[in-house]
């Protein structure tokens, strides 16, 4: 594993290489210590969850094995595929594949899809299929997404894209439903601000919502924030 590190939340990103087959993959160091809150705020983890009770000392580092937990329950090789090695409580490793940015690099990188028609609807129509791929063997699991957007959809070296951070994401009830208020705004549909919530298809909404900004800049019903106001 190199020295060279971007830092993170939880810690830092570094490149390593399997030694098996020589593959580079991308590293996270996780250090629980390292985190500015450790502690996270209980009321905002519960309306963010939808959920009613807090486990017993819930931290930061709980969050981080919920998000692993559930996104190795899926399937595709449209994921990232995190593989894990624990130091117990306080560090843990995170390998998964070398990735070369998100959706908003991707445009920077190929130019304005605008200019090209033929070149706008093969992208397009492409990250339609991979990423619709990606969601479908996540319902299958039953599980939601809940925060599908630009940044969350990565690409490799190979063009392939992976549909990646599992941190909103919850499993269906036994009612077929999550609820709870989830994602970005600019990507989510009215149901998220309801009480009666709302199954897999509010991630096709997300996948509608991030069709729309990667074509025109912008979600359909404002600005979304974060860094799409790059494209």
């Not at 996780?30 to 450790?38: C, E, F, I, M, Y």
Request: with cysteine.
């Amino acid at each position: 594993m190199s020295n060279t590190q971007m830092q993170g939340g939880f810690g830092g990103f570094r490149l390593a290489v399997r030694l098996s087959d020589g593959e580079r993959l991308g590293a996270k160091v996780l250090r629980l210590s390292s985190h500015p809150d450790a502690k996270l705020n209980r009321k905002a983890w519960l309306k963010m969850r939808g959920q009613k009770k807090s486990p017993t000392g819930f931290s930061a580092w709980d969050q981080v094995r919920s998000e692993l937990g559930l996104a190795r329950k899926v399937k595709s090789p449209l994921l990232p595929e995190a593989l894990v090695k624990d130091e117990g409580k306080h560090k843990l490793y995170m390998f998964s594949k070398l990735c070369e940015g998100d959706l908003i690099d991707l445009h920077s990188a190929y130019g304005k899809v605008g200019a090209d028609p033929e070149h706008r609807f093969e992208l397009t129509m492409s990250m339609l299929c991979q990423v619709g791929e990606a969601l479908r063997a996540a319902h299958a699991e039953g599980i939601v997404h809940r925060d599908t957007k630009l940044e969350n959809i990565l690409w490799t070296a190979k063009g392939k894209l992976l549909l990646a951070d599992f941190g909103l994401a919850m499993g269906l009830g036994a009612d077929g439903k999550v609820s709870g208020f989830s994602g970005t705004a600019g990507y989510i549909g009215e149901e998220a601000f309801g009480d009666e919530g709302y199954d897999a298809r509010f991630d096709m909404f997300g996948l509608g919502a991030t069709v729309v900004a990667f074509l025109f800049g912008e979600t359909p019903f404002g600005d979304a924030g974060d860094r799409s106001h790059q494209l």
